[in-house]
């Protein structure tokens, strides 16, 4: 088993809080100790988005808006180098979101029916569209 050559772990920080309301937006930042990397955010296991700093910056975000509870779990943050050979850096600390409050379902809520009306509604229908 051969042990490669890593950086050191990068920075990570969320915001506005790690605990936020469905529907806000949220956003991670990730920092290196030097500029000339790349940065890799995932979710759990799952890449999520990868992003090259532009000019001398050492710094990345990655920004979900309307969070729902999809978006719930523990995030990292990787950076690599753009040269070859590519060396990656150890994993971030975890960042863990969780989601509160609950989603908006889209159209109506049909109160539970009693299946023994079912057939006397439908044959109200029935009526009602002949007349």
């Known amino acids: 088993m051969s ?3 890593h950086y050191l772990k990068p920075s990570i920080a969320a915001s506005p809080s790690t605990e936020i309301s469905v529907g806000q937006d949220w956003t991670l930042h990730c920092w290196a100790p030097f500029s000339g990397v790349s940065f890799v ?4 296991r ?7 700093p532009q000019g ?3 710094m990345a975000e990655f ?12 995030y990292t943050c990787y950076y690599h180098s753009l040269t070859d050979p590519v060396i990656w850096s150890n994993a971030s600390n975890p960042v863990v979101l969780k989601v509160l409050g609950e989603e ?8 539970k029916l009693n299946h023994n009306l079912i057939p ?3 044959s109200l229908l029935l009526i ?3 007349t």
């Open 46 to 52: 799952d890449f999520r988005y990868e992003v090259t």
């Open 63 to 74: 920004s979900l808006k309307n969070v729902s509870k999809t978006d719930e779990g523990r």
């Open 3 to 5: 042990t490669g050559v």
């Open 104 to 111: 908006r379902q889209e159209g109506y809520i049909l109160p």
């Open 120 to 122: 006397a509604l439908f």
């Open 41 to 44: 955010f995932y979710q759990a």
């Open 128 to 130: 009602h569209t002949h």
């Open 56 to 58: 001398n910056s050492n």
